[in-house]
């Protein structure tokens, strides 16, 4: 099995189980495929989170406002409608298991990685881009209505420009 | 008797997972106190009388290993158990979190019954009540 496909079954799997475990909810993949370039303007939420060892990357997970209040709601069991501190606590800590267990899993091949802390945008009409030119293997679930997206950019250290977690007070060269 | 309890993870959302989990157990749950951080929750070691501690790992300014290692080198804190709850499965953290002295470890995600479970494992052997 190549990276890719282990890629794919690993975010697939983590996805599936950390939305059931966690919230309640059922996910089912729609679409796998590899993003190359700068993708499409987006609404919504996006969350990132860095990994770091003798390979390096980022996994982000992306969704509407609509799916990120109704994540809140399943986690906290309280009735979110709007994007608040507590949606995008919610959102960053699915992502952090999401690709927490992901990266337990790559560590399996890879050796040991770090997972930074994550960081959530909410916006509308924006674009994302990583530093360097790795490809982004994408896995996209249908939740209820709602569209999710879960992806991650993976290469060997000495191939990415931005490594990511960083220090505090180091320079550091944002791109998303 | 009860037992007063200190949440530390950076996840505002987490922290109020654990908090309502604990009150579900049936145990004696006095204050639930919280950090979002290991600096942030040895302050609270040292303003408050702790029974135990629930904790994640990956966490800015102190990690949740760091803050292990802190307790169990504290004469006053080493027999506080801790019980780690995070992302982190790989053998390293799970091995050093084993060979600085965690109680308990628990994987996220993790289901209500998961944290019951190993903290009733936890309060038989270590808390008074």
């Not at chain 1, 709007?82 to 337990?104: C, F, H, P, Q, R």
Request: one cysteine or more; charged letters at 20%.
């Amino acid at each position: 099995m190549n990276l890719k496909e282990s890629l794919v079954n690993s975010i697939s799997g983590a996805t599936t189980q950390v939305f059931s475990t966690m919230l309640g909810l059922e996910v089912q993949v729609t679409e796998t495929l590899v993003e190359k370039g700068m993708p499409e303007a987006t609404d919504g939420l996006v969350s990132f989170i860095g990994l770091a060892g003798t390979w390096a990357g980022t996994g982000s997970l992306t969704c509407s406002k609509n799916l990120g209040c109704r994540i809140c709601s399943q986690m906290l069991m309280t009735e979110s409608t709007s994007i608040d501190e507590d949606v995008l606590d919610a959102v960053a800590e699915i992502t952090n298991m999401v690709i927490g267990s992901v990266k337990t899993d790559l560590e399996e091949a890879l050796g040991p990685l770090g997972l930074s802390i994550p960081t959530v945008v909410f916006g509308r009409n924006f674009t994302t881009k990583s530093a360097g030119s790795t490809d982004w293997i994408v896995v996209r679930f249908q939740c209820d209505d709602e569209i999710l997206s879960v992806k991650i950019c993976l290469a060997p250290s000495d191939k990415v420009s931005h490594v990511i977690p960083h220090s505090l007070g180091q320079t550091c060269v944002v791109d998303v | 008797m009860e037992s007063d309890v200190l949440v530390v993870d950076d996840s505002a959302a987490i922290r109020k997972i654990l908090q309502r989990v604990l009150r579900q157990t049936g145990m004696a749950i006095g204050t639930v106190h919280e950090a979002g951080d290991g600096q942030e929750a040895l302050d609270l070691l040292k303003a408050h009388k702790i029974d135990l501690v629930l904790t994640d790992i990956n966490m800015p300014r102190m990690d949740g290993l760091q803050l292990l290692g802190a307790m169990k080198a504290s004469p006053q804190w080493t027999s506080i158990p801790v019980m780690m709850i995070t992302t982190e499965g790989g053998e390293t953290k799970v091995g050093e979190a084993v060979r600085l002295g965690a109680a308990g470890y628990v994987r996220k995600p993790f289901t209500a019954d998961q944290i019951k479970e190993k903290l009733a494992g936890i309060v038989e052997l270590a808390l008074p009540i």
